[in-house]
């Protein structure tokens, strides 16, 4: 069975723009979640979708934002990049919502110059 | 919200000895994986242990939730072992999930 995968692997942006992460889950996989990776402040969670809904968000500005289609693949989405953006984006599946077993993609690194 | 902290923040040990590896967490939990981050920054799963104790190889895991802590044992380390080691926790949520990380745990293996 195929794992996570996210796209695109590598992304470099200027401040000002915006960008679109994608993910696609696990086969059967019906819940998705993002988090932020970066040096200073570690792995934190951004959110969380399952049967198209946001079910759970954490403390981020409302630039981010993401959706969930019907096939169960998501998207995040940046708005007016800062330099602080810059960091690695994972993508996580799991079969249900709450208390399931999470697994990772590789990554998106954004780097926004 | 729920505090992690493992320990130590960096470990370096020489290939063939043994580790441990603690995660402590301030609240009752429903979940508890154990990562390995690779060079390439992919999460690789080690073990998801709510409670009890698990093995896998080399690796093995203890959680003893009602004292709100876990460990991850290495046994017989390998230089592919190198990276960090993450412990994250989820909380019952009123909706959906998220998993609260740890700082992680450097770990070397020197040849």
């Known amino acids: 069975k195929a794992g996570v995968t996210q796209t695109p692997r590598y992304l470099i942006k200027t401040r000002g723009q915006q960008v679109t992460l994608s993910c696609s889950p696990i086969s059967g996989h019906r819940s998705v979640s993002w988090y932020q990776q970066t040096p200073g402040q570690g792995l934190q969670f951004l959110f969380e979708y399952f049967s198209e809904t946001q079910r759970n968000k954490g403390n981020f500005p409302g630039r981010f934002s993401g959706r969930q289609f019907s096939n169960s693949r998501s998207e995040m989405n940046v708005s007016t990049l800062e330099l602080g953006d810059s960091a690695l984006y994972l993508c996580?599946?799991?079969?249900?919502?709450?208390?399931?077993?999470?697994?990772f993609g590789p990554g998106t690194r954004l780097t926004v110059l | 919200g729920i505090q992690v902290e493992q320990s130590p923040p960096d470990l370096i040990l020489q290939e063939g000895a043994n580790s441990t590896l603690r995660c402590n967490f301030s609240d009752s939990v429903n979940n508890l994986q154990w990562f390995h981050q690779n060079p390439w920054g992919q999460l690789i799963n080690l073990f998801y242990i709510p409670s009890g104790t698990k093995q896998n190889g080399r690796l093995s895991a203890t959680t003893v939730a009602t004292e709100r802590y876990s460990l991850l044992y290495i046994s017989s380390s390998q230089t592919t072992d190198s990276g960090v080691y993450f412990c994250a926790v989820e909380r019952r949520e009123t909706s959906g999930s998220r998993l609260t990380f740890g700082e992680g745990t450097q770990l070397t293996v020197n040849p």
């Open positions: 996580a599946s799991s079969l249900q919502t709450g208390y399931n077993e999470q697994f």
